[in-house]
């Protein structure tokens, strides 16, 4: 008996120097995990991933772009006018972009093809998030001429919505058919994503030369610089002006939390184009306003350590309140961008989006292989109010995730 209770403990004593040992190598496994091996474990997957969602909607005639995932878990299928209609193929031509592979070039131009009649759309100010991230990526990458045309048609089409009056594009029409925006009482509503279309008039204004392009971007980026934000670089989502006068109507919120709140992916869109816009200008002013939204995003007491966002700055129950990947992923973009030309902040800005990649490449928000519909991360937040992308997958969070690894990748 004695014998048996002695051979026990000591079977009981060797597992837990195992179990030590095996938990020791797994910390140590998980700690050294390189940015290079973590960047080619992202991508791998990401590949597997986008090819059983391609599986997943091939046969849609015609060719939809895939958005996100139901309420019921279906996959969200959209067309071309959709304003994320352009992430899906954006993310196809960063796969390729990854490894060259000619199987994910020409799913790329397969999707992008799908979309070539946003360059008509005259009614969304979205045409920059639908064309430049699927033709005008392709045309980076592969420099054909015919999505350059894309591009420079796509952008004509843009400046309609200019409202020189005021100085900006209007974001959204008012007209009875646009659902909710129509019972807001707004005349020229902007909001702050808008942004983002501004760079598909800086490749128009490369590629053609006409000041038009160049002359109504700079003219939006500065009259959001001074309507949309606060003394503390926060943003209001939607500045609703008069046509008529040019003055501001109203300050509002239509996907953050209230009015005087500040929305996370606001907050992202805000950073990345003002970052983008001084790239495009090198315009110290824009600059500026990019440094002064990082300092905002990068010192906010409620993110937590992991620097993924809650949905809106001010959320009423932080810490019980989703997360936003799609912003994180946003915000970790536009700084492998903005350290650049910030060096006094590099090393703070670099470990910034550093901690954010690396969190969302974690089993807390990268998918499990085959589930989430496909989509590489989880946890992201559309429009809280409308209750229909509330913590789910979101292509856009996907593109510029695999962006920013993209970007770190070529950085040292
Ligand atoms: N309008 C773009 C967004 O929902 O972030």
């Given at each position: 008996m004695k014998k048996l209770k002695l051979l026990i403990a000591i079977l009981i004593i060797a597992n837990t120097i195992a179990c030590k040992k095996e938990k020791k190598e797994i910390a140590t496994d998980s700690k050294i995990e390189t940015k290079q091996e973590l960047i080619n474990r992202v991508f791998t997957f990401s590949e597997l991933q986008y090819d059983s969602l391609i599986h997943r909607i091939e046969g849609n005639m015609p060719l939809l772009q895939p958005r996100g995932v139901t309420e019921d878990g279906d996959l969200r299928l959209k067309p071309?006018?959709?304003?994320?209609?352009g992430f899906f193929p954006g993310t196809l031509w960063y796969l390729y972009k990854n490894n060259n592979s000619e199987n994910w070039k020409n799913k790329a131009i397969k999707f992008t093809l799908?979309?070539?009649?946003?360059?008509?759309?005259?009614?969304?100010?979205?045409l920059g998030f639908m064309l430049n991230n699927s033709f005008g990526n392709g045309y980076q990458l592969t420099k054909n001429d015919a999505y350059k045309e894309v591009l420079i048609h796509g952008a004509r089409s843009l400046i309609t919505r200019y409202r020189p009056v005021i100085g900006t594009i209007q974001s959204w029409d008012t007209t009875?058919?646009?659902?909710?925006i129509s019972k807001r009482g707004w005349d020229t509503p902007v909001i702050v994503?808008?942004?983002?279309?501004l760079d598909l008039l800086f490749r128009a204004f490369e590629y053609t030369k006409d000041s038009i392009f160049y002359n109504v971007a700079t003219a939006h980026a500065k009259t959001t610089l001074q309507h949309h934000f606060r003394a503390d670089y926060s943003s209001f989502h939607v500045v609703d002006y008069d046509?008529?006068?040019?003055?501001?109507?109203s300050r509002e919120t239509?996907?953050?939390?209230?009015?005087?709140s500040s929305w996370a992916r606001g907050q992202a869109w805000g950073l990345y184009g003002f970052t983008q816009t001084y790239t495009n200008t090198k315009d110290s002013l824009y600059l500026s306003q990019a440094k002064g939204i990082a300092n905002y995003i990068m010192t906010?007491?409620?993110?937590?350590k992991d620097h993924i966002?809650?949905?809106?700055?001010?959320?009423?129950?932080i810490p019980n309140e989703p997360r936003d990947a799609s912003a994180a992923a946003i915000t970790a973009s536009a700084l492998l961008t903005l350290q650049e030309f910030v060096p006094e902040k590099r090393t703070e800005m670099m470990a910034y989006a550093e901690s954010i990649l690396r969190k969302l490449s974690t089993d807390e928000y990268l998918a499990a292989f085959?589930?989430?519909?496909?989509?590489?991360?989880?946890h992201s937040v559309g429009n809280i109010h409308t209750g229909?992308?509330?913590?789910k997958p979101l292509n856009y969070a996907d593109y510029y995730f695999l962006e920013a690894l993209s970007k770190w990748k070529e950085l040292e």
């Open positions: 071309f006018q959709d304003w994320t209609s799908a979309l070539d009649s946003v360059k008509y759309i005259t009614n969304s100010h979205d009875p058919d646009m659902g909710w994503d808008n942004m983002m279309n046509s008529k006068t040019g003055k501001v109507r239509a996907q953050g939390h209230v009015d005087s906010n007491k409620k993110v937590p966002p809650y949905w809106d700055y001010d959320a009423p129950n085959g589930k989430n519909q496909g989509f590489i991360l989880k229909e992308e509330n913590d």
